[in-house]
């Protein structure tokens, strides 16, 4: 079976700052038997992808993973052009920050 899964990963800058974090969702595809199996499995890829590079402004730049979010089943019959691969309600609070630009 197939599922989407909701990763949630930090990024933390060695230098301390004022300004918010910044987070990244990332859905990825797994193949697996069962939600338990392919839970495991992200669990495995979010932490393969923690890096720690030095940015421009010389500090050190870590992307953590910290959490499995969620784990949807994918139907394969039918996948088509078009095909729905996972959605969720939100509220408008979230919606409003999902619209707000990064600042430079």
């Known amino acids: 079976m197939k599922y989407a ?3 949630l990963i930090e990024l933390r800058h060695s230098t301390p ?3 918010e ?3 990244e ?3 990825v595809l797994v193949e697996a038997i069962c939600e338990e199996e392919a839970r495991e ?3 495995i890829l979010g932490k393969d992808y923690e890096t720690t590079y030095e940015a421009l402004k010389g500090d050190f730049v870590t992307w953590k993973f910290i959490q499995v979010d969620s784990v949807s089943e994918i ?3 039918g996948l088509k052009d078009g095909s729905e691969l996972f959605s969720r309600f939100m509220s408008d609070s979230t919606v409003k920050s999902l ?3 990064f600042d430079d």
Do not use: H, I, M, Q
Request: hydrophobic share 35%; charged share 40%; glycine share 4%.
């Open 75 to 77: 139907e394969d019959e």
């Open 25 to 27: 969702y990332r859905v």
């Open 99 to 101: 619209l707000t630009p």
């Open 17 to 19: 700052s004022k300004d």
């Open 41 to 43: 499995k992200a669990e």
């Open 21 to 23: 974090n910044l987070w």
């Open 5 to 7: 899964v909701g990763l």
